[in-house]
């Protein structure tokens, strides 16, 4: 009898990229993906918990498959990625969910096919959850069942060395590992081959790739240049870039290279230097901005975008408002603002100066406001201009392109004979509807 597996995928682009690599894992076991939940052998959800609200609409999600296995005894749950690797969850999840299966971590994502093997042998409660990063060069080797055949993610280190005091993701995803240069070449031509179009570099923070010195001295900019290189109809994109070391060398790659898509993903945080300090960002308000200027003069056609948090401990109306007036200065074209989440075992949890939620909600609608503002003008202003987008799908009355900067630009299949999925073109900006470019071909 055929199975079928259903994935549940939260949280950043290593989630989606490691539930990939999840789903390879259990088509090598015959499992065929299914779009219903009711109807799946085997549910995976892989989680985060960067938020609270994330883990609150896991468990949400979890509690639901109750039902499901009330009436489908053989059915499979298990549970991973970074909220079940912390200390003692899965524990706490067993308890609170005693129909699931298996539980591993973010640290062990490439042994799930034999925890499964395990399971299906011995049929009881297998709970892998390891403190090491047990990361092997083979696990890159792994067979991957892509989400999309134009867009991938490309890992090249794990792990976070920063503990900005907020952030949970160091203490989930262990120290910084920087894959081998010559397996992330290998892969990279592997999917250019196999006709992939935009290829996106994965990292907590890309630009500390190789200071664990197992890279041969291949620093970010060196690897970001060298894959530019590589011959092929692609583009190159990567994230994220901690703005402490952002080099000269890597803005002057980016700039000089057609091939690497002039975007930046560039997480601010605050805007405030007692803020940014008491986050341990390592960078002030005037570097940053001084960094975004000479990104500015050396790309003058780039799309900024970055994360901001409001609400931290201690952030006071004056605090505030130097984040709002930061973000009028720079012009992003898009920004994730998050409210401050305490999260158990971080340095900022342990502040006594705690924001109420109350203040953190005024806060976020009042920036999301004046970012709405910023970045519809921006995105006008780019009406009348020539943008080199890949046409990725179509419906019945448009083709789907992506921009650079990833928002969808729509062509109307009247103005056009017909456009191939899978081609670059260069488009004409013609409006900006509903949050969507329009264009026409050239
Ligand atoms: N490595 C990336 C970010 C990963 S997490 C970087 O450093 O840029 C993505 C974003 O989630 C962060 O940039 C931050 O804005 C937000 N975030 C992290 N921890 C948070 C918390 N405890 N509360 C609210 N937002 C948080
Ligand atoms: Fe978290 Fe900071 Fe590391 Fe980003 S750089 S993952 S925000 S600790
Ligand atoms: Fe979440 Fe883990 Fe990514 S906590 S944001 S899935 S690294």
Redesign the pocket.
Known sequence: MQKYYYIYTYGCQMNVHESEKIAGMLEDRGYIRTDEVEKADIIVFNTCCIRESAEQKIMGNIGAVKPIKKVKKDLIVAVCGCMSQQADMASILRKKFPFIDIVFGANNVEFFGEYLDEFLKQKKFCNKVIQDKNYMESATKMHFVRDNSLYAYVNIMYG?N???TY?I??YVRGREISRAPKTIYREVKNLIDMGYKVITLLG??VNSYGRDGSTGGVTFPKLLDNIANLQGDFELRFM?S?PKDLSDELIEVMAKNPKISKTLHL?VQAGSNKILKAMNRSYDRESYLNLIRKIKEAMPDITLSTDIIVGFPGETEEDYLLTEQLVKEVQYHNAFIFMYSRRRGTIADKLENQVPISIKRERIHRLLAIEHEISTKLFEKMIGSTQRVLIDGENNLFYLAKAQCGKVVKIAKSTVTKLNIGKFIDCEITDYKNGNLIGRTK
């Open positions: 976070c920063n503990f900005c952030c993701v160091p907590q923070n994220t901690h997480p």
